[in-house]
């Protein structure tokens, strides 16, 4: 019974292809919360891929229905083992976007998980079933080697984290007192660089949103009324052009945010964005005056997901009646979430738009949160990764993305720690998602290390 037992233990599960077999068994559930075709898979993969197994370890679980209708099912499950011990609250969701079927490359199929060479391709393989698989059985095979964890554990698997988490905030509200803990230890989203292990403390928020102007009935023969009629793209395209200046910078005040403070600057000196696999980073791109880990870990990106104004595909000689922009602010705590709306509609009338009408998306999305580095639990998780990893893991204030770490902090007053397991560049969100084995292995080994190390004492004072 040792440390090294249990991270051999999940080695070999990694060596002799089981958690391959387990892998693809869990990405062949289409479970699209995105597509309310799917929505029967949703509660499948809860009952049928998830349930049994943590019922096999100990845990007692309860599959909840989601309070809000856009939302699938729930998973709650406790494994108790003792008063006075530590107790560990993590998390997964099984659910994905849509398989985006026909797009994927030749070879490939969204829910069949297939490998090349390092990767193993699937929807959902990176986000998030591989994931959540890697530290259920991390736990078991700290539970193998020791006959005990040596902490209490409890566990959150939602099924509606791509539609932004709906229900979740009810659900957390209403059973609070199931979920409380000393400590959040999950993981989604990406290591900063493959090869070296990530811990992040929490998230940057999002929202989205619709700009609209519509300027007549019908679309006009652009020789008898060009010069005559406003054109509903141009004015568009100035009311962004507004919004940033001509290299991204944010010109809406109320869009800057006061948290880049000395500390977090501390903390991403000298991390790594630039190189890898994915596209190279713009150096030019962005506010001016901040290193290029500062721009996407410490300050807020405004982004145009799509804009429409005609008909693209099939363009006629005709001044459009209307166009559309889908927009984006990604931000980091020191942002109001309440006034970033607001802010955009002075920002459009003061520069004499006012026609252009904002409409938020009805979804639900994340706010910001961000936990101190300098936090004990996360120098506990860090150490952690060092001993096995043999080497220090990137340490972010937060994540770039967004995810529902806001829950967990704001509505369970948890720290928050996560470990991710995925890459930058392994194509979440699009076609040939995949996860990288030797990261995946080397996660197993981390997370083994991670739960040995909490149920062996010395965890922070509760």
């Not at 939602?158 to 059973?175: I, R, T, W």
């Not at 602010?329 to 006012?354: K, N, S």
């Not at 060092?386 to 893991?393: I, K, L, M, V, Y």
């Amino acid at each position: 019974m040792s440390r090294e037992t249990a991270i051999d233990t999940v080695a070999a599960y990694f060596d002799k292809g089981v958690f391959q077999s387990e892998l693809a068994a869990l990405v062949a559930y289409p479970s699209e919360s995105q597509n309310p075709e799917a929505a029967p898979e949703l509660m499948r993969y809860l009952q049928e891929a998830m349930l049994p197994r943590l019922e096999k370890m100990g845990f007692v679980c309860e599959i909840i229905a989601n309070p809000d209708p856009r939302g699938g099912p729930l998973l709650i499950g406790e494994r108790h083992e003792g008063e006075g011990l530590p107790t560990v609250l993590t998390y997964g969701h099984g659910d994905v976007i849509r398989a985006q079927e026909g797009m994927w490359r030749d070879g490939l199929a969204p829910f069949e998980l297939i490998e090349e060479g390092d990767r193993l391709y699937g929807r959902g393989s990176a986000d998030n079933k591989a994931q959540h698989l890697i530290n259920i059985a991390a736990l078991e095979a700290v539970l193998e080697a020791r006959g005990t964890l040596g902490f209490n554990t409890r566990i959150v698997l939602e099924m509606s984290e791509e539609v932004g988490s709906s229900g979740l905030a009810e659900v957390f509200h209403s059973h609070k007192d199931r979920l409380t803990a000393d400590v959040l230890i999950a993981s989604d989203g990406p290591r900063l660089q493959p090869d070296v292990p990530t811990v992040f403390m929490g998230s940057r928020g999002g929202i989205t949103f619709d700009l609209k102007l519509t300027l007549r009935e019908g679309a006009h023969h652009s020789g008898n009324w060009g010069g005559l009629l406003a054109d509903p793209a141009m004015i568009m395209a100035h009311a962004l052009a507004s919004i940033t200046d001509a290299r991204g910078q944010i010109q809406i005040p109320e869009w800057r945010p006061d948290s880049l403070t000395d500390d977090v600057r501390a903390a991403l000196d000298g991390l790594p964005v630039t190189g890898g696999e994915g596209p190279s980073v713009d150096e030019d791109w962005g506010e001016q005056s901040l290193t290029p880990a500062e721009r996407v870990y410490g300050w807020n990106s405004f982004a145009v997901l799509a804009m429409t104004s005609g008909v693209p595909d099939a363009p006629v000689n005709a001044i459009s009646d209307s166009a559309r922009a889908t927009c984006q602010l990604r931000y980091v705590v020191g942002t109001d979430p309440q006034d970033i709306i607001p802010a955009l509609r002075r920002h459009l009338d003061a520069h004499g738009f006012e026609a252009i009408e904002i409409v938020p998306h009805d979804r639900g999305f994340f706010a910001a949160t961000r936990l101190d580095p300098k936090h004990p639990w996360v120098q506990f998780v860090t150490a952690s990764i060092e001993q096995t990893a043999g080497r220090p893991p990137h340490v972010l204030p937060n994540l770039a993305g967004s995810l529902p770490n806001d829950s967990f902090a704001d509505i369970l007053g948890l720290p928050t720690v996560w470990v991710p397991h995925s890459y930058r560049g392994c194509s979440q969100h699009a076609p040939n998602e995949h996860v990288l084995k030797s990261l995946s292995r080397d996660a197993l080994r981390v997370m083994a290390g991670v739960f040995w190390d909490v149920g062996a004492g010395n965890t922070p004072a509760r």
